[in-house]
């Protein structure tokens, strides 16, 4: 069965940097691409990026273009995000989710990474 | 840039009724690249329609999508108590690549 998992919940000081990863079993990794999602409290979805495992491929939402980066192991079929320079807005939910084009949408979501930036 | 606007932002029905959500673009969706999911409290989303009017894998047919260009509307019939979530549209395959409307909540009491 298809699924992704992502890593534990972190907290941050504003400035810092953060990065998830996530972990995905029961599909070929590098048929798919990875896209990360989040979602910030009394907000709604906003996509932060896309990479293909298959070749590196990126693509970054113009938002997030210069504090972000994506990555993805094959060797361990694990995906990573790292945002970097956070702010306190930048607490949110982080969902990495399987896209079923460059980026198109997404069939498949892990369960999700808090990641909250305090001083 | 594409916007989408959902509406109602909050809906309430009962069991049995039947919703129906809109998500308006502000610009034609290409070739009809129109998704919505469903996101259930402490959830991750849930895909539901892909390419306006698809059901996702496993999706009952109490979920319909519809609509093309800049109108497409999500219709669930025969409400249960568990269809209480917040519903959102998306596009894709247009500049900017992905982009979310903010949210319809359905309340089922």
Redo the contacts between chains.
Sequence with gaps: QAQLVESGAEVKKPGASVKVSCKASGYTFTNFGI?W?R?APGQ????LG?ISPYNGER?Y??KFQGRVSMTTDTSTTTAYMELRSLRVDDTAVY?CVRD??D?????L????TLVTVSS | EIVLTQSPGTLSLSPGERATLSCRASQSVSNNYLVWYQQKPGQAPRLLIYAASTRATDIPDRFSGGGSGTYFTLTISRLEPEDSAVYYCQQYGSSPPVIFGQGTHLEIK
């Excluded at chain 1, 709604?44 to 996509?47: A, D, H, I, S, V």
């Excluded at chain 1, 980026?103 to 069939?107: I, K, L, S, T, V």
């Excluded at chain 1, 979501?109 to 999700?112: E, N, V, Y």
């Design positions: 896209s999602v979602r709604g979805l906003e996509w896309w693509n939402a113009q969902y079923q084009g980026p198109w949408y997404f069939d979501w892990g369960r999700g």
